[in-house]
């Protein structure tokens, strides 16, 4: 498995420390959840060899994976991680890719340091959905291949348009010609939406 960089930086950097910093992802995939509560039930009974924990039983780490689950409610998942993460405010990379989300819940907002989000292989049907994300400040790379919103007209110059950080969007690399296209289609939407303001 390729770790983000900010785990493996995080990892090299704990070398040199009597207590790490962060250790290997948390990895809950698999594991038939459905919500939240299910995360927090697992995590109680989880047990993974390379997992480093603090004194309190909490995992010290800044990468969950969640994937290949059955998951559709994440509410609550900000409260989950502060019960099973050492520092939950660090948490860089964030795994639901392969699970039933329909929507981007607001509260994959308050995790401000995430730099590495996978929403693939979900349900999600509405474009707009990915203005959430427009709050987390140091998102770089993105996935939402794999969802409904996809298929829609203009998909990838929507998203950097909404997300111009972005550093990578579904495993590929955000090129100039991306970024200037995201500018090209932002403006001329601009431009429709004020002549249906103008006729209506």
């Known amino acids: 498995m390729v770790l983000p960089e900010t785990v493996k930086d995080s990892q090299s950097s704990s070398k040199s420390s009597s207590r790490p910093t ?7 995939s698999f594991k038939c959840m459905l919500s939240s509560s299910d995360i927090a039930d697992e995590a109680e009974t989880h047990t993974q060899p390379n997992l480093v924990r603090s004194q309190n039983g909490k995992a010290i780490c800044n990468a969950i994976r969640m994937n290949n689950n059955s998951l559709n409610d994440i509410n609550g998942l900000d409260k989950t991680m502060a019960d099973i993460v050492d520092n ?36 999600i049907e509405k474009i707009q959905e ?13 996935t939402l ?4 919103i996809e298929t829609e ?11 111009p950080g972005l550093r ?3 495993f590929s690399g955000v090129t100039k010609q991306d970024r200037s296209g995201a500018l090209t289609w ?15």
């Open 145 to 148: 291949h794999g969802n409904p």
């Open 186 to 200: 932002s403006a001329m939407n601009k431009k429709t939406r004020r002549r249906k303001n103008s006729t209506s």
């Open 130 to 142: 990915v203005q959430k994300l427009s709050s987390l400040p140091h998102l770089r790379s993105l």
């Open 168 to 170: 990578t969007l579904d």
């Open 153 to 163: 007209r203009g998909y990838r110059q929507y998203v950097l348009s909404v997300l």
């Open 88 to 123: 939950p405010d660090e948490i860089a990379w964030i795994d639901l890719s392969f699970n039933e989300l329909n929507t981007i819940d607001k509260v994959l907002t308050l995790f401000k340091n995430v730099r590495v989000l996978y929403l693939h292989g979900n349900t």
């Open 22 to 28: 962060t250790g290997p992802p948390l990895d809950l």
